[in-house]
């Protein structure tokens, strides 16, 4: 049972506009959500992260929008530039006031490309 | 520098040939964790421990050993490797905050 689901395989943007990755979940426990980003022959790195009793989070380029009666969360990456290319991927998690950082749980990840 | 570090980053054994790969971290985190990465499916956690003696099972525990007998220290160990276990493992780290991975370590099992 694939608790969070990123649904797009792949994205391809130009240079300069906006990058919409999307997330969903069915686990209503979950109450901390992140994102990171993967190069090949890397490890994921994080991005950016939000609580469940926010519904936007900022951080320069990047922001994510947290809708918890859609069970769904999205990242927008303005502007896109082509260093932006890799996997991403959204995670959850339990209890974001302790013990939960331990066990994340990931969705498939989507693949964006920036075309210069 | 803070740093997760995996050993070896590349591995091909074969069927029931035990092994281990180390992770190690040098943030003094309570939480470490070992995930594996396959297409289509993401990256799934195998175990995770929450400090030195407590570990717990993941989504994908069946297969795999692990111990934490000192914070900075999670190994993973397969005992009897099969095929099916060959994928793309990380470990991870993470205080109060995010996740740190290290570089992962492709296994192949033939």
């Known amino acids: 049972d694939q608790q969070v689901k990123q649904n797009s395989p792949s994205l391809s943007v130009q240079e300069g506009r906006i990058s919409i990755l999307n997330c969903d979940y069915t686990n209503s426990m979950f109450d901390y959500f992140l994102w990171y980003k993967k190069y090949p022959a890397e490890g994921p790195t994080f991005l950016i992260s939000i609580s469940s009793i926010k519904d936007k989070n900022e951080d320069g380029r990047f922001t994510v929008f947290l809708n918890k009666s859609a069970k769904h969360l999205s990242l927008h990456i303005v502007p896109s530039q082509p260093g932006d290319s890799a996997v991403y991927f959204c995670?959850?998690?339990?209890?974001?006031?302790?013990?939960?950082?331990?066990?994340?749980?990931f969705g498939q990840g989507t693949i964006l490309t920036v075309h210069p | 520098e803070a740093q997760v570090t995996q050993n070896p980053r590349y591995l091909i054994t074969v069927t029931g040939k035990k092994l281990t790969v180390t992770c190690s971290q040098n943030?003094?985190?309570?939480?470490m964790s070992w995930y594996r990465q396959d297409p289509g499916l993401g990256l799934r956690q195998i175990y995770y421990s929450m400090n030195v003696e407590v570990t717990d099972k993941g989504d994908v525990p069946e297969g795999y050993k692990v111990s934490r007998k000192e914070k900075r220290n999670f190994p993973l160990i397969l005992e009897s490797p099969s095929p099916n276990q060959t994928s793309l493992y990380f470990c991870a780290s993470s205080g109060r905050a995010e996740a740190f991975f290290g570089q992962g370590t492709r296994l192949t099992v033939v």
């Open positions: 995670a959850a998690s339990r209890n974001a006031g302790g013990t939960s950082y331990g066990k994340l749980t």
């Open positions: 943030m003094n985190h309570e939480y």
